[in-house]
């Protein structure tokens, strides 16, 4: 299974931006996925996650209220929308699949990973 992450770029401060993350198999629809990103120094951290269906979603705090997941399975596809974005925004941020059909912020439970986008906020 791989993972395409797009959409990525420099965005202003309080700006908008859509992540993409296109999926190469169809039964990735039973499966949970997530955002983690990762800024210069600092570790990966959950963003969000959705579960199977998308009836679930899960967020860190850092992003709730600016930040939406969701998905389409008929194409394979994961979105994230991320308003308000602020310079604490910047990482590479890199989509997963989980090998549960649940919303998860357990990094442990992602087998696998895409290869990450760059996002940029600037004032």
């Known amino acids: 299974v791989q993972l395409q992450a797009s959409g990525g770029g420099l965005v202003q401060t309080g700006g908008s931006r859509r992540l993409s993350c296109a999926a190469s198999?169809?039964?990735?629809?039973?499966?949970?996925m997530g955002w983690f990103r990762q800024a210069p120094g600092k570790e990966r951290e959950f963003v969000a996650a959705i579960s199977w269906s998308g009836g679930s979603t899960l967020y860190a705090d850092s992003v709730k209220g600016r930040f939406t997941i969701s998905r389409d399975n008929a194409k394979n596809t994961v979105y994230l929308q991320m308003n308000s974005l602020k310079s604490e925004d910047t990482a590479v941020y890199y989509c997963a699949g989980a090998r549960v059909p649940v919303a998860t912020a357990a990094r442990a439970r992602y087998n696998y990973w895409g290869q990450g986008t760059q996002v940029t906020v600037s004032s």
């Open positions: 198999r169809r039964t990735f629809s039973n499966n949970g």
